[in-house]
DNA sequence: GACCTAGAGTTGACGCGACAACTCTCCCGG
DNA sequence: CCGGGAGAGTTGTCGCGTCAACTCTAGGTC
């Protein structure tokens, strides 16, 4: 909409500075986090947001629309990512249906452990990189500043619900 | 250090609700920002990173591990996206020494028109979708967060300075 | 009943990111 | 001279993430 005036300036140096340090901050961050449940648990954070997703379902069979939409993944992702997980024996795609398809997705007893065991020590490892590093007004800027930019982002994207994710 | 009594215990659900939030407008961000950098200039984030790296050095050829140190990037990473980029043509791997080797890496003179466009195109994207959408007040919060978690996330890495990169 | 379109899911291809293994040169000590 | 690191760079492999193309079935229309 309206074109301003300043379009053909890009950011003065001190803004890239300020961009960069805040990339490289959640580069870092999320770059520890995920090294720790590769370290402890030995799952990546793929594995984790879905084993974790499966979990919350509590025994109930998701499908993969719906872990799409959970998680709000690309469904061809979702897919590859299963036949990965059933590959390593975290989850089964059951069929159903008299010609045998549409696929179910369940975890397997495998799977429930690690997503509780992972649930435990990656939430401790977002404490201690994390939350605790905030002071509670840093806490509660950053918490106001995300869902204001997830309104911004993802209303526009799908106009209803914002349903739950695991990542 | 010191381990406290609290070890055992995960997250509240508000705090993953708190994290998985804060995840999430990141990874909206991004994708928003890597769509953006796709569509307007038609090159990755990981190509722009190298580009204005290469761009800054201002006809210095730099050598791979010089870029590595930059981008805080894995050696084998810069190689890897080099090759990539060698072979869409922005930059230039040149040999030097007389038994032919030790690469310096220079931008083409495509790679210099992308870098520019890129830098002007991707800073206005930054501008409207992060920027602008700070208040005062949360712009110097998450500066100062951000510069509390690279001191505490990349001091230990690296116990000297903290060089420039582009992201 | 034949078409055919919409939706669900899978597959393939390709770039990104991490890790380990390998090459090659330089340099150092014997 | 030769053997053995150390440092720089490359290669291979694999998982993640995205896009486009494909399959298959259900359901609707004629």
Same mark, same amino acid.
Request: contains cysteine; hydrophobic residues 35%; charged residues 30%.
């Given at each position: 909409? /309206?074109?301003?005036?300043?379009?053909?300036?890009?950011?003065?140096? !001190?803004?890239?500075?300020?961009?960069?340090?805040?990339?490289?901050?959640?580069?870092?961050?999320?770059? !520890?986090?995920?090294?720790?449940?590769?370290?402890?648990?030995?799952?990546?954070?793929? !594995?984790?947001? &879905?084993?974790?997703?499966?979990?919350?379902?509590?025994?109930?069979? /998701?499908? &993969?629309? %719906?872990?799409?939409?959970? /998680?709000?993944?690309?469904?061809?992702? &979702?897919?590859?990512?299963?036949?990965?997980? @059933?590959?390593? *024996?975290?989850?089964?795609?059951?069929?159903? *249906?008299?010609?045998?398809?549409?696929?179910?997705?369940?975890?397997?007893?495998?799977? $429930?452990?690690?997503?509780?065991?992972?649930?435990?020590?990656?939430?401790?490892?977002?404490?201690?990189?994390? /939350?605790?590093?905030?002071?509670? @007004?840093?806490?509660?800027?950053? $918490?106001?500043?995300?869902?204001?930019?997830?309104?911004?982002?993802? %209303?526009?994207? $799908? *106009?209803?619900? =914002?349903?739950?994710? =695991?990542?």
């Amino acid at each position: 909409m /309206l074109g301003d005036m300043t379009e053909a300036r890009s950011l003065d140096p !001190e803004e890239w500075e300020f961009w960069n340090t805040w990339m490289r901050a959640q580069r870092l961050l999320t770059r !520890e986090l995920e090294r720790g449940l590769q370290r402890d648990c030995d799952i990546s954070k793929a !594995e984790f947001s &879905v084993l974790v997703t499966l979990w919350q379902a509590a025994g109930r069979e /998701l499908r &993969v629309g %719906e872990l799409s939409e959970s /998680l709000d993944w690309d469904k061809s992702r &979702v897919s590859h990512q299963l036949t990965r997980m @059933e590959k390593r *024996g975290f989850v089964k795609r059951s069929q159903y *249906g008299a010609d045998g398809r549409r696929a179910g997705i369940a975890l397997t007893d495998e799977g $429930r452990r690690a997503a509780q065991n992972a649930a435990l020590v990656h939430g401790g490892n977002i404490r201690r990189h994390f /939350l605790d590093s905030l002071t509670p @007004e840093q806490a509660s800027v950053i $918490r106001a500043w995300s869902e204001q930019a997830v309104g911004r982002l993802d %209303e526009p994207r $799908r *106009g209803r619900n =914002a349903g739950d994710d =695991a990542n």
